[in-house]
C-alpha cells in the first residue's frame, strides 16, 4: 500500500510539472493566419510592405497541386506542375510578459531556396527544400507589438527534381518560447545499449544551453499510459554542456513491428534551483542487427523486411499532408503485409516519422538523391533532357556547400524514432559518375542486359579498369567515404547504406567499404556473384521491380536482408508523355486503392487466407495459351517511348471487371496463398489447380475462359476446406452510388482528415468496375472538401473542386475538419442519382 501511495504522489508530481511546462516552454502552432502570393515582390520583408491584397491561406500549403497540372512550361520529371517564386507574411504579437525568454521559430519544409525575416531582419537561407530547420527571434521580437516573419521561396527552377517535389511552406511551422537555460532544438538524445526482455538501459544525453552551471536535471520515463517506470537525476555537464542519464527499465515493453511500444522521457531543468524548462522525448527500446549470412533481426527475432518505397507527395493533396493523411497511407501499406519504408529519396516528414514509430513500420531514412554531379530530367519524355539548365538547376549545386549541415541535421531530428534502422548515404549515385559506367561497359560489354545480367566481382579485374578510366582519383568515394563520416559523428547505433546499381564496380572501388549494409537497386541476378565474393558485407534489395521474381529471389536467400519494392504508393512525377503526370507501377494507386499487384503482394506477405482474380482479354493479354505448350509469356517491351526497357516496372495488362464480348477468350489470373484454387463460371467448375503447381516465374494460377455474362467465382481452399472466395460479375447500369468513409469522427482541430471512398452499383448490387462518369460531392456542416481524387496516373484534371471522373468505377474526397465541433455531411451524386448520406462527427 504504502508503495502504491507513493507511486501515486511520484506520478502527481510529474504532472504537476507537466502543467507548469505551459509556462516554462510553449511550443505554439505557427500554421495559421498567412498571407500569400505568387510572383516576385519588392520589399516584401520589410514590416510596412502592405500585404492586402494577398491571399489568406493556412498551412500546410503546396502551390503547385493548388495551381493544377499543365502541359505547357512544365516538366515530366516533376509531374506536369509549376514552380515560380513565392512569398509568405505573417503578422503576430508577443506578449511583454514573454520578455527574457528565448523565442525561436522551426520549419519542418520549405520547398525550396528559402529565406527568412523577422521584422525586416534578415534570419537566414535553405536551399534543401526537405530539411527541417529553425531560427532565433529572441533579439528581433517587439514586445507588446506586431511582428511581421517574412518567407521568400524559389522554386523557379521547375525542373529540378526527377519527381514532384511541390512548392511552399507544405510543412508545419512552430513558435518556441523558453527560458534562457534550456533545451535546444533536438538537444535529447536517447539510446538502448542494453536490451533484454529482462532489463533495458536507457542511455540519454541532455544538451544545455544558456549556462553551465547550477543546471540540475530531472528525468522520468513513463509508458504510453503515462506510468512513470524509473526516474533519475544528474547535475553534471560535460565539456560539450551535456547532461549524461543512465536509466534502468525492468521487464521492459520491445518496440517491434507487431508490437510498437513506446515510452517517454519527461526531462525538467532547474537553473540555480529554479524550474525554466521541460520537455518530452518519445522513443522505443529495441535492438537490430544485419547479418551477412542470416539477414536482419530485431530483438533477436530474424525477420525479412518486406519494404517499400514512397515519394513524399500523398496524390490529391500534394506534399501538404497531415498526420493522418500519413496514417490513411501507412496502415494501408501494413494491411498487405509491408513492415518497412524506405523515404526516397530525401527527407521526409516529421510526421511521417511519428506514424512510422507508433505503427511499427521500420524507416530506412535517405538523405541525397544526387551529390555534386546532377541527373538527367526531362521535359516530356521525348527527349529534352534539362540537366545544367536554369530551370533544372537543384541541389547538385550546392551539395558541397550544404551537405554536411543537411545530413547531420536530419540525424539529429529523427535520431529518437525506434523506427530508423539505417541511413543511406545516396541513390544510384554510380549514374552520375561516368566512370563507373565506361568501366562496367568495359568488362561486360555494352550490350549486356544490365537487369538481368550477372557481372564479376573480381576486384582484380575490375580495378586496373577503374583506375585508369578515374586517373586514380575517385571522387565517388571519396565523397561517399566523408558522408559515412558525417553520419557516424552523429550516430554510431545504425548502419550506413546506399543504393547501388553498380555493385561491382562499387566493390571493387571502395564505394561498398563506405558503407556498412550496402542495397541493390534492380539488381537481383548480382546477389549470389556478391555475396561469393564478399560473404561478410550485408546485402539488401534496396530497390526492386513489383514482381515475384525479385520477391523469390529475396525470399530464397537466407543473406539478404529484405526488399524494398518501387512503390509502396502511386507518385506524382518520372512520367510522361503528357497527360501521364506520374506512375502508377506501386501496390496502391494515387487514391490509396489496392492495385492488381497490391493483391498479389498481399497473398505474399500474408499468411491470412486470400484470394483474388483478375481478367484480360486474350488478344491483349502478355499470357497465350495451348494445349500443346501450355501457358507462354511474352516478355514484352512497353510502347515507346516509354520505359523501354524490360517491362518489369509495369504489371500485367489486367482489369478488374467481367464484362467482354460473348465468347470471346479471357485470360483469368488469380493471386492466391490458398493451397487450391477452383474457378466458377455461372456455377460450374473449370477445374482446379494446386499453387504448388504453378510456373516458379510468376505465382500466378491461370485459365482460359471463353466469356459468358454472369458470374465468375473463384474459391481458394486450404486443407481441403474452403478458405477464401472471390466474385466478379457481369452488370448493368448505374442505379447506385455507395459512399464509405474510413472514420465515422474527426478531431475539431482543422488537421483531421476522412477519406471518402465511391463505389457505384447496378440495379443487382453488383459493383461497377468499369465505369468512368463524373461524379459530384457536396460537403456541409464542419468540414471542408480539400481534395478530389480517382487514382489514374492520366487525370490531371484539379483536385481542388467538387467533382471528378470515376476510374474503374471509384473516386476519392478527401474532407478536412474545422476547429468547431459538430457534424459534417457528405453526399455525392452522378446526374440524377443520389448517394447514401455519410454524416461525421467533429469532436
Not at 520589399?43 to 502592405?50: D, V
Not at 527499465?249 to 525538467?268: D, Q
Not at 551477412?292 to 501538404?320: C, M, P, R, T, Y
Not at 566523408?482 to 571493387?508: H, M, Q, Y
Request: one cysteine or more.
Amino acid at each position: 500500500m504504502k508503495l502504491n501511495i507513493c507511486i501515486c504522489i511520484l506520478v502527481a508530481l510529474v504532472f504537476s510539472s507537466c502543467a507548469k511546462q505551459e509556462q516554462l516552454r510553449s511550443t505554439d502552432d505557427f500554421n495559421f493566419n498567412w498571407k500569400f502570393v505568387k510572383g516576385e515582390q519588392g520589399n516584401a520583408e520589410q514590416i510596412t510592405f502592405n500585404d492586402d491584397s494577398w491571399e489568406s491561406i493556412r498551412l500546410p500549403h503546396d502551390w503547385s497541386i493548388l495551381a493544377g497540372y499543365k502541359k505547357e512550361n512544365t516538366a515530366a520529371s516533376s509531374g506536369f506542375v509549376e514552380g515560380g517564386i513565392g512569398w509568405y507574411r505573417k503578422a503576430f504579437n508577443v506578449p511583454k510578459s514573454d520578455e527574457g525568454k528565448v523565442i525561436w521559430i522551426e520549419f519542418d519544409g520549405v520547398y525550396n531556396n528559402s529565406e527568412v525575416w523577422i521584422n525586416g531582419q534578415k534570419l537566414g537561407y535553405r536551399p534543401n527544400g526537405y530539411s527541417s530547420f529553425s531560427y532565433d527571434l529572441t533579439k528581433y521580437i517587439k514586445y507588446g507589438e506586431e511582428n511581421i516573419v517574412a518567407v521568400k521561396v524559389n522554386h523557379s527552377a521547375y525542373a529540378d527534381s526527377r519527381w514532384y517535389t511541390g512548392s511552399g511552406i507544405y510543412r508545419d511551422v512552430r513558435l518556441v518560447k523558453t527560458a534562457k537555460v534550456h533545451v535546444p532544438l533536438w538537444g535529447v538524445k536517447i539510446t538502448t545499449p542494453k536490451v533484454s526482455a529482462e532489463e533495458a538501459i536507457v542511455h540519454i544525453e541532455t544538451k544545455i544551453k544558456g549556462s553551465e552551471n547550477n543546471v540540475e536535471i530531472d528525468i522520468s520515463i513513463l509508458d504510453q499510459n503515462k506510468n512513470i517506470v524509473t526516474s533519475l537525476t544528474a547535475s553534471q555537464l560535460n565539456d560539450k554542456k551535456i547532461v549524461i542519464h543512465d536509466l534502468t527499465i525492468k521487464n521492459p515493453k520491445l518496440w517491434g513491428t507487431e508490437t510498437p511500444n513506446l515510452y517517454s522521457a519527461v526531462i525538467s531543468i532547474k537553473h540555480n534551483g529554479k524550474a525554466v524548462d521541460q520537455v518530452e522525448q518519445r522513443f522505443g527500446i529495441r535492438k537490430f542487427r544485419f547479418d551477412s549470412n542470416k539477414g536482419f533481426f530485431i530483438n533477436e527475432k530474424h525477420l525479412k523486411i518486406k519494404g517499400a518505397n514512397i515519394h513524399h507527395d500523398v496524390g490529391a493533396v500534394g506534399a501538404a499532408a497531415t498526420k493522418s493523411s500519413w496514417e490513411y497511407r501507412i496502415s494501408k501499406l501494413k494491411s498487405i503485409g509491408v513492415n518497412a519504408i524506405r523515404m526516397a529519396h530525401n527527407p521526409h516528414s516529421p510526421l511521417l516519422m511519428e506514424v512510422c514509430d507508433e505503427m511499427g513500420m521500420l524507416v530506412m531514412n535517405e538523405f541525397f538523391d544526387e551529390w555534386q554531379n546532377a541527373k538527367d530530367k526531362n521535359i516530356n519524355c521525348l527527349g529534352g533532357i534539362v540537366a545544367g539548365h536554369d530551370i533544372s538547376k537543384g541541389y547538385s549545386d550546392v551539395f558541397l556547400e550544404w551537405a554536411e549541415r543537411d545530413l547531420k541535421d536530419l540525424i539529429r531530428r529523427d535520431f529518437n524514432h525506434p523506427s530508423v534502422i539505417m541511413w543511406s548515404i545516396g541513390n544510384e549515385i554510380e549514374w552520375t559518375f561516368p566512370a563507373y559506367s565506361e568501366t562496367y561497359d568495359e568488362i561486360e560489354g555494352k550490350d549486356v542486359v544490365q537487369y538481368v545480367h550477372v557481372p564479376t566481382f573480381d576486384t582484380k579485374k575490375i580495378k586496373p579498369v577503374l583506375e585508369r578510366i578515374t586517373g586514380g582519383v575517385d571522387s565517388l568515394v571519396i565523397v561517399a567515404n566523408l558522408l559515412s563520416k558525417w553520419v557516424k559523428e552523429e550516430d554510431t547505433t545504425r548502419p550506413v547504406t546506399c543504393g547501388s546499381v553498380r555493385p561491382n564496380i562499387s566493390f571493387a572501388s571502395g564505394y561498398a567499404d563506405a558503407v556498412d549494409v550496402i542495397g541493390f537497386n534492380y539488381r537481383p541476378h548480382n546477389y549470389d556473384a556478391a555475396h561469393e565474393a564478399f560473404p561478410e558485407k550485408p546485402i539488401l534489395g534496396s530497390e526492386n521491380w513489383v514482381a515475384y521474381s525479385e520477391w523469390k529471389a529475396v525470399n530464397d536467400r537466407d543473406f539478404i536482408a529484405g526488399i524494398f519494392v518501387w512503390t509502396g504508393f502511386a507518385y506524382i512525377g518520372e512520367a510522361g508523355l503528357w497527360p501521364r503526370k506520374g506512375l502508377n507501377i506501386s501496390l496502391f494507386d494515387f487514391a490509396g486503392f489496392k492495385n492488381p499487384r497490391g493483391h498479389f503482394f498481399e497473398c505474399l506477405w500474408k499468411t491470412d487466407p486470400k484470394i483474388y482474380m483478375v481478367t484480360t482479354p486474350a488478344s491483349e493479354s502478355e499470357y497465350s495459351y495451348t494445349e500443346k505448350d501450355g501457358w507462354k509469356f511474352d516478355m514484352q517491351y512497353s510502347a515507346p517511348p516509354v520505359w523501354k526497357k524490360l517491362r518489369l516496372w509495369e504489371w500485367y495488362k489486367v482489369n478488374e471487371h467481367w464484362n467482354y464480348n460473348a465468347g470471346e477468350k479471357i485470360v483469368v489470373q488469380t493471386y492466391t496463398n490458398c493451397e487450391e484454387a477452383e474457378l466458377f463460371l455461372n456455377g460450374k467448375s473449370l477445374g482446379k489447380q494446386a499453387l504448388a503447381d504453378v510456373s516458379e516465374n510468376d505465382n500466378i494460377l491461370k485459365w482460359l475462359v471463353p466469356h459468358q455474362k454472369g458470374e465468375l467465382k473463384v474459391i481458394g481452399y486450404n486443407n481441403g476446406k474452403v478458405a477464401d472466395e472471390y466474385i466478379l460479375a457481369s452488370t448493368g447500369k448505374l442505379t447506385r452510388i455507395e459512399l464509405e468513409s474510413d472514420k465515422t469522427t474527426l478531431n475539431a482541430d482543422s488537421y483531421d482528415v476522412a477519406h471518402i471512398v465511391v463505389k457505384l452499383f447496378d440495379k443487382a448490387g453488383k459493383e461497377l468496375k468499369d465505369l468512368n462518369t463524373e461524379v459530384v460531392f457536396d460537403v456541409t456542416g464542419n468540414a471542408d472538401l480539400i481534395a478530389v481524387d480517382n487514382g489514374s496516373e492520366m487525370n490531371v484534371a484539379p483536385h481542388n473542386t467538387n467533382k471528378v471522373i470515376t476510374h474503374n468505377g471509384k473516386a476519392l474526397a478527401i474532407i478536412r475538419s474545422t476547429n468547431k465541433r459538430g457534424t459534417a455531411t457528405i453526399t455525392a451524386s452522378i446526374q440524377d442519382i443520389e448517394s447514401n448520406k455519410i454524416q461525421i462527427a467533429i469532436q
